[in-house]
């Protein structure tokens, strides 16, 4: 198991919107942490099933991503009831912009949104989420350090 990093989280704070454009950041995964195990650990065995992003400033675009996996079997099975009977029957509510068959292209396409919203805001990004399991589990699934906002 590769070693987890300590991630920093910045602080709400005047003017940051200036030096960073602000994405907000939510995720669905196959289960949640077990009652005493770290979210560090817990990062390393979920399986993300979606990503959605969506930008303070939408003025640049791409201003929104949302990224579905297919669920095949071996992912079904992963999943606890709870993301069986109320998370997977909601994962199509939306239109997705990549319904990626692996999690690799799930990652690839996060990266190319990622790289195309620094572009054209000319921001590094800063993903703002509202549960510290959300960085974890999106460092662990794309191997990739991020600036977060918590």
């Known amino acids: 198991?590769?070693?987890?990093?300590?991630?920093?989280?910045?602080?709400?704070?005047?003017?940051?919107?200036?030096?960073?454009?602000?994405?907000?950041?939510?995720?669905?995964?196959?289960?949640?942490?077990?009652?005493?195990?770290?979210?560090?650990?817990?990062?390393?065995?979920?399986?993300?099933?979606?990503i959605g992003i969506a930008a303070l400033d939408a003025r640049s675009v791409p201003s929104t991503f949302y990224g579905v996996r297919d669920v095949d079997r071996l992912l079904r099975d992963l999943c606890t009831s709870f993301v069986l009977q109320?998370?997977?029957?909601?994962l199509d509510a939306a239109p997705a912009d990549i319904a990626a068959a692996t999690d690799r292209d799930?990652?690839?396409?996060?990266?190319?949104?990622?790289?195309?919203?620094?572009?054209?805001?000319?921001?590094?990004?800063?993903l703002a989420i509202d549960w510290l399991g959300d960085a974890y589990l999106v460092e662990a699934f794309n191997g990739s350090e991020h600036q977060w906002l918590l």
Not at 106 to 126: C, D, E, I, Q, W
């Open 1 to 50: 198991m590769t070693p987890t990093r300590r991630i920093d989280f910045r602080r709400l704070e005047p003017g940051l919107s200036e030096h960073f454009d602000i994405l907000c950041l939510d995720t669905e995964f196959t289960r949640l942490p077990h009652p005493k195990e770290a979210v560090w650990n817990w990062s390393g065995q979920a399986r993300i099933l979606s």
């Open 86 to 90: 109320q998370v997977l029957p909601a």
């Open 106 to 126: 799930l990652v690839a396409s996060t990266h190319r949104f990622l790289k195309s919203r620094r572009a054209s805001s000319g921001k590094p990004p800063l």
